[in-house]
């Protein structure tokens, strides 16, 4: 099967239009998954996908728990930071806490890590596996206040295809 990534634009001013946006990535998304278990090729497209489709981004990746850090996965944007503790920055607090983060302003979050000195704000989804968090999927912009409640809801129902895909080990 091949799949194009949409060169048109998506405006994200309405939530409506976001909503319209995450279905398209969905759809798009529930194609690349279809009949593949290999984590690392499915989360490499899933970050290509988010990365090439949504506006104002500058990375979109991954980051799987090891120990007691997070470790670098498949990302589409510029070098990243290897290893992350639990419990710093935006990825580990997610990790901590279990739930999403939406950071308007990173400059404002304590202990934010900066890998890109041009991030402005963040999203960060947990990925879980037999209901225990198993990694983060991260997505930084440039732009201040880029994410939303709209966007979190959005990111949360694309992990949870790739959660569908992750078969114990």
Not at 3 to 26: E, G, N, V, W
Not at 49 to 54: E, R
Not at 69 to 95: D, H, M, N, W, Y
């Amino acid at each position: 099967m091949t799949f194009t990534i949409s060169d048109a634009a998506y405006s994200t001013d309405t939530p409506a239009a976001k909503q319209a946006m995450y279905a398209d990535l969905r759809s798009q998304l529930q194609g690349l998954l279809a009949g593949e278990r290999d984590l690392i090729a499915n989360t490499a497209n899933f970050s290509s996908l988010v990365f090439n489709t949504m506006p104002g981004l500058n990375w979109a990746g991954f980051y799987f728990l090891q120990g007691d850090e997070l470790v670098l996965g498949p990302f589409q944007g510029k070098p990243a930071c290897i290893r992350i503790k639990k419990g710093r920055g935006v990825c580990g607090s997610t990790v901590v806490e279990g739930k999403s983060i939406v950071v308007p302003d990173v400059h404002a979050f304590p202990g934010h890590i900066a890998c890109d000195v041009n991030s402005r704000s963040e999203l960060v989804v947990p990925v879980f596996a037999q209901g225990q968090v198993m990694g983060v999927f991260d997505l930084d912009s440039p732009l201040p206040n880029r994410f939303d409640e709209v966007d979190a809801e959005g990111v949360e129902s694309l992990v949870k295809l790739l959660e569908a895909t992750i078969v114990a080990a």
